[in-house]
């Protein structure tokens, strides 16, 4: 089932999100980010941008063809936590499908090291680097409760209130569906 994509301003995306019972069925759950994030095109999507405020995001850089290593990282992250984030920051524009038709800036360190279960509730410890640790960065924030805006400066913050209030009406142009908290 595709569900809309939860807007900037809806509270869910501010709440930090809670551990899912280890062993129970995430399957329906997880086929449901799949297609959701696909008819949207992103390449990254949290359980709480659909309105479910549990830990668990679903990626897919295998459409990015000029970053090495994409080929395979169509995953599912459950119950993730950052143990480490290491090495220099770099800056990449990211946008966000709860945040439409904006992208900035966003430093953030190069590598981490990631604990999480996938969706057969194997359990891994791994470290990412690049473009597959800068989308697991900015997924991962969604279930602590963050947005990729929370990092810009107060000035480049306030150039966008107006666009940031369009969009938590609904009054934004997207391809996919959307669910606004203020649209009247
Ligand atoms: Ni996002």
């Known amino acids: 089932m595709v569900y809309p994509i939860i807007m900037y301003g809806d509270p869910v995306l501010r709440k930090r999100a809670t ?26 999507l949290a359980a709480p941008q659909i309105g479910k ?24 992250f459950v119950n993730p936590t950052v143990l480490e984030e290491f090495d220099e920051p770099w800056e990449f524009e990211e946008g966000c499908l709860s945040i439409p038709n904006i992208r900035e800036n966003v430093s953030r360190r190069a590598k981490l090291t990631l604990h999480y279960f996938d969706e057969n509730w ?3 410890t ?20 963050k947005l990729f805006i929370d990092y810009l ?15 938590s009406k609904g009054d934004v142009d997207t391809e996919y569906r959307i669910l606004a908290p203020l649209r009247k």
């Open 19 to 44: 551990d899912i019972e280890k062993g129970s069925d995430i399957a329906p759950l997880v086929a449901d980010m799949f297609e959701t994030m696909e008819a949207a095109n992103g390449i990254g």
């Open 53 to 76: 405020s549990v830990r668990l995001f679903v990626v897919d850089g295998t459409g990015l063809e000029d970053e090495p290593g994409m080929e395979t990282f169509r995953k599912v």
């Open 122 to 124: 194997n359990e891994f």
């Open 126 to 145: 791994v470290k990412f680097d690049g473009m597959k640790a800068r989308i697991i960065q900015h997924e991962y924030d969604h279930i602590e409760g």
């Open 153 to 167: 400066t107060p000035l480049k913050k306030r150039l966008l209130k107006g666009k940031l209030a369009n969009i």
